[in-house]
């Protein structure tokens, strides 16, 4: 039987892979467009969801 606790743990390392995978499909996408994009803000905005999720899954 899956504890609580560890269902959380099992939901943020799949939301956390999704989002990882979510930013390398929109970094291929953009390299593939052949369209110079800075993404810099990108991986920002990634990291700054990251930590927003992490929050989350404390409360």
């Known amino acids: 039987m899956i504890s609580e606790e560890q269902k959380f743990e099992l939901l943020y390392d799949k939301i956390m892979n999704d989002v990882s995978d979510t930013e390398q499909r929109i ?9 110079e994009v800075d993404t810099v803000d990108l991986s920002h905005m990634f990291d700054t969801l990251k930590s927003k999720i992490e929050i989350m899954m404390e409360m």
């Open 27 to 35: 970094r291929d996408t953009i390299e593939k467009s052949g369209v």
